[in-house]
């Protein structure tokens, strides 16, 4: 059974510093990795998906890795800001139901808080 | 982009009830859709996942007699709660995907808090 772990699950940082979240998988046989930001009593929005063939992704101030080998993630966020406060949550693609659809399993999260 | 929206956003109701939830897609037709339940400081789980016209497919341990859900239309899945309890109090997130089983794509909704008295 597949099972995600992030760390830490809570962090406080002050706005301008460069910060990493991390994410662990037990079975690295994923199809790909996401990562989401969830705001408090909201969805969820999609940051980067990385698919397993894939080392990392970079989008803006973000950059997430993949080692699949190892079962890790990491999430980078430069610069941060008092807007990035948020819950990240990472998310793997394992197996396959009926039908052919693959579902996500998703971490705890990390609440992430950028201090002005 | 792909918007998907929920009704009600918040609701509370007395023990015994039953509560309907609606997940809607906006601007695209939602092969599959997905419910998601996220307790307090807990990952979200996956409850169910259902294809338009066809019967959902429930997670191990999610009770399909109690987590009621139709998928009756393209743009359109309810998840109805009956005879809802305390326990059944949680953030209930839906998302839809465009293609079929593709989870890549989902869209996620902006939940509905449940709070059972």
């Known amino acids: 059974k597949q099972e995600v772990t992030q760390i830490p699950a809570a962090l406080s940082v002050p706005e301008g510093e460069n910060l990493v979240l991390n994410c662990s998988f037990t079975?690295?046989?994923?199809?790909?990795l996401q990562w989401f930001r969830q705001d408090p009593g909201k969805g969820l929005t999609s940051l980067l998906l990385?698919?397993?063939?894939?080392r990392e992704q970079t989008s803006g101030r973000l950059n997430a890795s993949l080692d699949k080998s190892s079962g890790r993630s990491t999430l980078y966020i430069a610069a941060s800001q008092p807007g990035d406060s948020a819950t990240y949550l990472c998310?793997?693609?394992?197996?396959?139901?009926?039908?052919?659809?693959?579902?996500?399993?998703f971490g705890k999260g990390t609440k992430l808080t950028v201090n002005p | 982009g792909a918007v998907v929206s929920q009704h009600p956003s918040w609701v509370i109701c007395k023990s015994g009830t039953s509560v309907k939830i609606e997940c809607r897609s906006l601007?695209?037709?939602?092969?599959?859709m997905f419910w998601y339940r996220q307790f307090p400081k807990q990952s979200l789980m996956l409850m169910a996942t259902?294809?338009?016209?066809?019967?959902?497919?429930?997670e191990q341990g999610v009770e399909k007699d109690k987590f009621l859900i139709n998928h009756a239309s393209l743009t359109l899945s309810t998840l109805t709660v009956t005879s809802a309890h305390p326990e059944d109090s949680s953030f209930y997130i839906c998302?839809?995907?465009?293609?079929?089983?593709?989870?890549?794509?989902?869209?996620f909704g902006p939940g509905t808090r449940l709070t059972v008295l």
């Open positions: 990385i698919q397993s063939s894939q």
């Open positions: 998310a793997v693609r394992a197996g396959r139901l009926q039908g052919g659809s693959e579902k996500l399993v």
């Open positions: 601007d695209f037709q939602a092969t599959t």
């Open positions: 259902s294809n338009e016209g066809s019967k959902a497919t429930y």
């Open positions: 998302s839809a995907s465009p293609l079929a089983g593709v989870t890549d794509t989902q869209y």
């Open positions: 079975d690295s046989a994923i199809y790909n």
